[in-house]
């Protein structure tokens, strides 16, 4: 099992950077990839970033890439999502989650989420 507790979203001004964290807790987070995803009223969840158990390969949904940096510290297990140049679409529900195969865009492949962590972009 593996808790994922995110944190670090606020509400932020076009153009701003944020950095959201996912701690977890459990078993260690270095035997699982990494993603975070985001939700936005009345839409499907979303894949942003990836990053493998190592933290050397990652993966960006189009619309993030050059915007947006996934991280990982397996010492603390700790996953990051540094968000530069935000856009008011960026607004939703963010969400880490962990998977026991490899790092992934499918929502379905990851095994446990977190609550969650409100970023919201103002114009």
């Known amino acids: 099992q593996v808790q994922l507790v995110e944190s670090g979203g606020r509400l932020v001004q076009a153009g701003d950077s944020l950095r959201l964290s996912c701690a977890a807790s459990g078993r260690t987070s270095s035997t699982y990839a990494m993603g975070w995803f985001r939700q936005a009223p009345g839409k499907q969840r979303e894949f942003v970033a990836a990053v493998n158990r190592s933290g050397r390969v990652t993966a960006y949904v189009d619309s993030v890439k050059g915007r947006f940096t996934i991280s990982r510290d397996n010492a603390k297990n700790t996953a990051y999502l540094q968000m530069n140049s935000l856009k008011p679409e960026d607004t939703a529900v963010y969400y880490c989650?962990?998977?026991?195969?490899?790092?992934?865009?499918?929502?379905?492949?990851?095994?446990?989420w977190g609550q969650g962590t409100q970023v919201t972009v103002s114009s």
């Open positions: 989650a962990a998977s026991s195969a490899s790092y992934s865009r499918r929502v379905e492949e990851y095994d446990y």
